[in-house]
């Protein structure tokens, strides 16, 4: 007997010092809020243990303004940095349909473009980068959309199914139609991020696409959605290299290294004219490195010369991956190796001494109105 209770006594030791450890943490940062209760600030952020995926997504969407997308202003700090987390977790979190991911992918799109907390930011660029990943890679088909058509494609497809509000009970040429439309909606390249984040939204609304059954097209809306979902996070991946926090424009640039996305070439090389942090010129580097093309050595070419040993290492390393050997430091060995290579850089080079030559002349003959 008295063993018992010499063991009864010891387990409610431990539990009372888990309790008292919980208590203690959350006079550093905050376990127990409004929403839980100290065991629950115990088991998530003690323990560390993950909550559901509704969890994240809700606990990100309802902390922020409707309109403005801001965090709500709050006296807990706590719940700020819960939000933060739970954009980190978004990414690794498991999703059983392509319509959640969908959900999941615009609120983080929102994160990264509009969030006041940079570090929201950067972890929403983190996280769609882990969720394209999970994705397969379609071919681009260079149909640029600004969004008329699209949206005339949705309205055909409600007039279609929306009376049933299920693909089961159509005729097959509308199923056949239905399949047709869905493999247009899905070859599009958006003209923007905005139209992008918008056309994820019907594939999760619409219940005659949820609910679609019929093997042909929930193989059209699955593999649809999946191309706007990729369209998607590598347009918000862009527009985060110019973010207004240099690790916010760090972790969009890998994200755009990571998914190898050639598309967002522009965004990086336009940025790269005016990057001063040496983090973020370094991951651009890399990316350049990773997505080739003669832009890209053109513009590594003077980082061979630039006034940081570390991005004169970065470049040559990067030119390296590129021509699969290294050619050393010298500017002019690998200006050679780049003009044999790209010959419409030999092309550009003649132009440019050529233009140079005549501003030469004409800054050396007789001012107009001379004799």
């Not at 439309?181 to 599009?188: K, P």
């Not at 991946?237 to 990571?258: M, P």
Request: proline fraction near 4%; include cysteine.
């Amino acid at each position: 007997m008295r063993g018992q209770r010499t063991r009864r006594g010891a387990a409610a030791a431990c539990l009372l010092a888990i309790l008292a450890l919980a208590a203690c943490s959350s006079q550093q940062k905050k376990l127990a809020s409004d929403e839980g209760s100290v065991l629950d600030g115990l088991v998530y952020g003690t323990l560390g243990m993950d909550r559901d995926t509704t969890y994240y997504y809700q606990l990100v969407r309802d902390s922020h303004d409707r309109e403005t997308f801001a965090y709500r202003p709050s006296a807990d700090t706590y719940l700020v940095d819960k939000n933060v987390d739970a954009v980190q977790r978004l990414g690794h979190a498991p999703y059983a349909r392509l319509e959640g991911q969908a959900q999941v992918v615009a609120l983080l799109i929102d994160v990264l473009l509009e969030d006041r907390s940079s570090l929201a930011q950067a972890n929403a660029a983190n996280s769609l980068t882990l969720l394209a990943m999970r994705l397969p890679r379609y071919p681009a088909r260079g149909l640029v959309e600004r969004g008329d058509r699209f949206l005339a494609l949705i309205q055909e497809l409600d007039g279609i199914w929306q009376p049933t509000g299920a693909c089961t009970s159509r005729p097959a040429y509308a199923r056949e139609r239905t399949v047709a439309v869905l493999n247009e909606m899905g070859a599009f390249e958006m003209a923007s991020i905005s139209i992008a984040k918008d056309t994820l939204i019907p594939f999760y609304t619409r219940d005659y696409l949820i609910d679609a059954t019929e093997p042909s097209i929930r193989t059209a809306a699955d593999t649809a959605l999946t191309r706007r979902m990729g369209d998607a996070i590598r347009l918000a991946l862009r527009a985060g290299v110019d973010a207004d926090e240099a690790f916010v424009r760090e972790e969009s640039v890998r994200g755009l290294k990571t998914l190898v996305d050639r598309g967002g070439a522009r965004a990086v090389l336009g940025r790269l004219e005016v990057e001063t942090n040496w983090r973020v010129r370094a991951e651009m580097t890399e990316y350049l490195a990773r997505v080739g093309g003669e832009d890209a050595v053109a513009r590594l070419l003077p980082l061979l010369e630039d006034g940081d040993p570390s991005m004169r290492n970065a470049a040559r390393k990067a030119l390296a991956r590129i021509a699969g050997r290294d050619l050393g430091f010298r500017r002019a060995t690998w200006t050679r190796w780049a003009h044999a290579t790209y010959p419409v850089l030999a092309a550009r080079a003649a132009e440019a001494a050529a233009e140079a030559a005549r501003d030469e002349d004409e800054d050396g003959g007789p001012t107009p109105g001379m004799p």
